[in-house]
């Protein structure tokens, strides 16, 4: 599984937030959808996924609010704002802009 480091500086911040733009989630709800949603391919552990998370809700892309979690926890749920809803478009443009730059040299014919 690939871990934070595997990743292009900045992806994990465009993960969460495209996650977050589904609907709000707890953290841990955050990182077994991200498992679930990529075939079990890219997994993040708790000392990535909070301190970035805590850093979006810094940035003023994402709330947070105590409430109780469905096994009746109280746990911290996250939601997108308006703010990060745009810097989630500027991230998914520069993402396109760059895998797509990426795949074309990897497709470049050998001698």
């Known amino acids: 599984m690939s871990k934070p480091s ?31 949603i990529s075939g079990e391919v890219l997994q993040v552990s708790d000392g990535s996924l909070y301190p970035a998370l805590h850093k979006l809700e810094q940035e003023g892309w994402i709330t947070a609010e105590w409430r109780a979690s469905e096994n009746n926890r109280r746990a911290k749920f996250y939601a997108l704002t ?20 990426i795949t074309q040299i990897i497709k470049l014919k050998e001698a």
């Open 6 to 36: 595997d990743l292009v500086q900045g992806t994990l911040d465009l993960l969460l937030l495209k996650i977050l733009a589904l609907e709000s989630m707890n953290g841990w709800s955050v990182s077994q959808r991200l498992r679930q």
């Open 82 to 101: 308006r703010l990060g809803r745009k810097q989630l478009e500027k991230e998914a443009a520069n993402w396109d802009r760059l895998s797509g730059a």
